[in-house]
């Protein structure tokens, strides 16, 4: 059927060619060799270590401990990309000299030239690598043309590390960042190693100041730890278990409607744990090392509309969107006619920053379309409603957007769309689908139940209380030790996948 590749094809497998991802972050080797040894090195060296200098005699300090951070950090992307290793250092070095040179010409009309040749060039590397078969391929359609398409593999996490470079050499331009005349500063910013494949976007003004001086607390790490041993879990523990259950459903003989509805749950908190498990990662090995990432994901399935729901989700992209697209394009401080144009501009490019897919932008400028309706008339249509009703319409719309997402293709998509009204003469139910939701309820309860803050709220009021405060103290640990145990035991087996947003 056409539905059947579904998330598989074009999100489970794509990026499974370049097999030696496989072995960072969820895997062993990560794990238990690589970043232990990069945490021995990092500790064990002084941050700076003063140098005098034989011509002048002067005192020249060399930050060590970035050093070891960036050196790690080009080791662990050139691991699994020898290659566009070096097109991610030639974007950093491209933007660290556009920085100097709009530093230098402030002021002057060469401080924007810099600025355009700083955004062209990064913007031709992304469209270059990520889009340029799209484009081949459009034209062929469209022109009947027989251009060879180039196959380019995509180099992992260039829409991150690009929009980092970015934000760096804008804000340097709008005087948001002083500018970084340590290039050492800039590519330990740029390649980190936490961050560096599927963000968080983080911005140059966030890390500012921990570039120069951090400071690392026994408090800070252990935070550090647990959050990261959570995000492991979250991926391969509740993540990779509805992957599985999105793909039975999909492999079934007796699909059903229910079961379509049931399979745009498990893709949805499929992608949440996902990507939301390998943000907490980032956040906690950042606080391992001294930094201070914002955070990425805010329990966005609570949310009573389209707009909340993307304040709320991946909010370091939307967040960029909106302070490096949206407000220079006049924001809603403009005609309505303007305005309509300028939401549509930033979700095309949100949904085509996500991948060389027509699927991608239809669904970016799905919500685009709701976002427009909840400005002008949904809005005051919930708002005289008890909010049940809004938050049933957002998971609603919700659902339906993420099997767009995942579509093989149009046509894929177009059909899983259908199934879920009962296109084709679907039936509602069958007995497999029965089957297959008993099957899977506890993974089922456990991620509709973690993706709400109940059980964050429920341990901080326990926290609240001497007794509880201090039995949580001793089951805290406890259990963090199981979910690294149990992870590891999925490594071992070899049961859990690469993360879904390696691809962007």
Not at 51 to 57: A, E, P
Not at 86 to 107: E, P
Not at 264 to 271: E, K, T, W
Not at 405 to 411: D, E, P, R
Request: aromatic residues 18%; charged residues 15%.
């Amino acid at each position: 059927m056409a539905g059947q590749g579904l998330a598989l094809s074009r999100h489970s497998c794509s990026y499974l060619d370049k097999e030696e991802f496989r072995v960072l972050f969820s895997s062993i080797p990560f794990l238990y060799y690589f970043l232990p040894a990069v945490l021995f090195l990092y500790f064990l060296a002084p941050f700076k270590l003063k140098i005098f200098s034989k011509k002048t005699g002067e005192p020249v300090y060399f930050e060590v401990k970035n050093f070891i951070l960036l050196i790690a950090s080009l080791f662990f992307y050139a691991y699994g990309e020898p290659t566009y290793s070096l097109l991610m250092v030639a974007t950093t070095l491209s933007s660290y000299i556009h920085g100097l040179l709009i530093d230098k010409f402030r002021g002057k009309v060469w401080a924007k030239v810099f600025l355009c040749t700083s955004v062209i060039s990064s913007l031709a590397a992304l469209g270059f690598f990520k889009y340029a078969d799209f484009f081949v391929s459009n034209i062929n359609g469209i022109f009947g043309a027989n251009l060879n398409l180039l196959r380019l593999a995509l180099p992992i996490g260039i829409s991150f590390y690009t929009f980092q470079t970015l934000s760096y050499t804008v804000d340097v331009y709008r005087g948001d960042a002083k500018v970084q005349k340590s290039f050492i500063r800039l590519a330990t910013y740029v390649a980190l190693f936490p961050q560096l494949i599927a963000g968080p976007i983080v911005r140059y003004t966030t890390v500012e100041e921990d570039l120069s001086e951090r400071k690392h607390t026994f408090e800070n790490f252990g935070t550090g730890v647990t959050r990261l041993i959570v995000g492991l879990g979250k991926k391969v523990l509740i993540a990779d278990s509805f992957g599985a259950l999105a793909r039975t459903l999909m492999a079934s003989d007796e699909q059903s409607v229910v079961g379509y509805w049931v399979y745009a749950v498990a893709i949805s908190l499929q992608l949440y744990f996902d990507f939301s498990g390998y943000s907490d990662m980032a956040i906690g090995m950042g606080r391992m090392f001294g930094f201070r990432f914002l955070e990425n994901f805010n329990y966005p399935f609570i949310s009573k509309s389209a707009a909340e729901f993307w304040r709320r989700w991946h909010m370091s992209l939307g967040s960029w969107f909106r302070d490096y697209l949206y407000i220079p394009l006049g924001g809603n401080r403009v005609s309505v006619p303007r305005w309509v144009l300028n939401t549509l501009i930033v979700w095309f490019a949100t949904g085509f920053w996500h991948g060389a897919d027509w699927t991608f932008i239809i669904w970016g400028l799905y919500f685009a379309l709701f976002l427009m309706l909840e400005k002008f008339f949904l809005k005051k249509f919930f708002d005289k409603l008890p909010a049940v009703f809004s938050h049933i319409y957002l998971l609603f719309i919700v659902l339906v957007s993420f099997v767009i997402f995942s579509g093989n293709g149009m046509a894929g998509a177009m059909h899983d769309v259908g199934a879920l009204f009962g296109a084709g003469g679907l039936p509602l139910f069958t007995g497999e689908t029965g089957y297959y939701i008993l099957s899977y309820s506890l993974v089922l309860l456990v991620g509709i139940v973690g993706a709400t803050p109940l059980v964050k709220t429920a341990v901080l009021k326990i926290k609240e209380t001497s007794l509880g405060g201090k039995v949580l103290n001793v089951l805290e640990p406890l259990f963090v030790l199981a979910i690294l145990v149990t992870v590891t035991a999925y490594f071992v087996d070899g049961s859990f996948s690469p993360f879904l947003y390696f691809r962007f």
